[in-house]
C-alpha cells in the first residue's frame, strides 16, 4: 500500500508559470484535500473533495484549481504562479463519510518555489 | 477568523516531564478534535483524536482532555522523551469531514 503519493517533491517556477500538483492514494478514499503549509501559520485548506467529480474551496483557494475525475487523484493546478505561493503542500486522504470522522492520511509534500 | 487557536507556538520540556500543548475552537458544530504530529520533513501524522461526548482519551503517554463548555483541549504528553520532539497540531472537524488545524506548536525535549 502506497498511501497517498504526491509528485513532484520538490519544484521551482518562475513567476507567471503554470503547473500541476499531483496527488493519488490507493486506500479508495472518497475524501480529498489540499494544505498549504507556510512558517507559523499551520495547514491551510486550499480545496477539498468528497467524491470522484464533487470539489468545494477552502480557506484559501485563489490562485489554484482542482478537479476529481477519478476516486484516486486529486490534481491541483496552479494558474499563473506568485511568489505568495511559495509553500509546502500537501495532500491528505480520509475514508470520511456522513461525518464519520476518521483521521486523515497525508502525503509527503510538495515543496515548491516560486521566484 | 480563526476558528482553531493553539498555544503555545513553542515548547521546551526537559526528559520525563509534561508537555502540556492547549487549544480554543469557536464553531459549536465541530464534533471531531484530532492531534496531528508532523516531523521534519515528514506529513502530518494523526496521534490520538476524541469526540465531545467524552472529557478524556488516552494512549500510552498521550492523553487529550476536553472540556465542552469552555470549547477547549489539550494535548498532555507523560515522560516525555527526545523522539517526542515534532511540531503538534491539533485540529477540529464538522460533520463535512473538513479539518481545519491550529498553527501548529514546535515542541522540543532537552535530553
Known amino acids: 500500500n502506497a498511501g497517498v503519493t504526491q509528485t513532484p517533491k520538490f519544484q521551482v517556477l518562475k513567476t507567471g508559470q503554470s503547473m500541476t500538483l499531483q496527488c493519488a492514494q490507493d486506500?479508495?478514499?472518497?475524501?480529498m484535500s489540499w494544505y498549504r503549509q507556510d512558517p507559523g501559520m499551520g495547514l491551510r485548506l486550499i480545496h477539498y473533495s468528497v467524491g470522484a467529480g464533487i470539489t468545494d474551496q477552502g480557506e484559501v483557494p485563489n490562485g489554484y484549481n482542482v478537479s476529481r475525475s477519478t476516486t484516486e487523484d486529486f490534481p491541483l493546478r496552479l494558474l499563473s504562479a506568485a511568489p505568495s505561493q511559495t509553500s509546502v503542500y500537501f495532500c491528505a486522504s480520509t475514508r470520511g463519510g456522513q461525518g464519520a470522522n476518521y483521521g486523515y492520511t497525508f502525503g509527503s509534500g510538495t515543496r515548491l518555489t516560486v521566484v | 477568523q480563526q476558528q482553531v487557536k493553539q498555544s503555545p507556538q513553542s515548547l521546551i520540556v526537559q526528559k520525563g516531564g509534561i508537555s502540556i500543548i492547549n487549544c480554543a475552537y469557536e464553531?459549536?458544530?465541530?464534533?471531531?478534535f484530532p492531534w496531528y504530529q508532523q516531523f521534519p520533513g515528514k506529513g502530518p501524522a494523526l496521534l490520538i483524536a476524541i469526540r465531545p461526548d467524552v472529557s478524556e482519551k488516552k494512549e500510552g503517554r498521550f492523553t487529550i482532555s476536553f472540556n465542552k463548555s469552555a470549547k477547549q483541549f489539550s494535548l498532555h504528553i507523560m515522560d516525555s522523551q527526545p523522539g517526542d520532539s515534532a511540531t503538534y497540531f491539533c485540529a477540529a472537524s464538522d460533520r463535512d469531514d473538513k479539518i481545519i488545524f491550529g498553527k501548529g506548536t514546535r515542541l522540543h525535549i532537552l535530553p
Open positions: 486506500m479508495n478514499h472518497e475524501y
Open positions: 464553531n459549536t458544530a465541530f464534533d471531531y
